[in-house]
């Protein structure tokens, strides 16, 4: 497809964006949830600085996505291990 020109407002400032059509609705939800993540951060700590609040919205992403690819890496390799003995497996029995 092409790309769009749209507007996204992140923590009170608007930001012009040129994105795939496909991508659209992904960066639409990605700063709904930054926004709301700041709002609770506001809401409940005693910070009031915006970068402060951004700060901690990355953070909390940043860490997010860090655990998600430690998790798949682990995943990935629990699977070659059983693909290992599998192979192992069939190859003693194929070859009896």
Known sequence: MGEISIKITISDRIYPLKVNVEEEEIVRRAAKMIN??????????????????????????ATAVLRTENKVQNQDTAVADKVEELDILLNDFFAK
């Not at 709301?36 to 992403?61: G, P």
């Open 36 to 61: 709301e993540r700041i709002k609770d951060y506001q809401d409940n700590y005693a910070v009031r600085d915006k970068q402060d609040l951004l700060s901690m919205a990355v953070l909390h992403y």
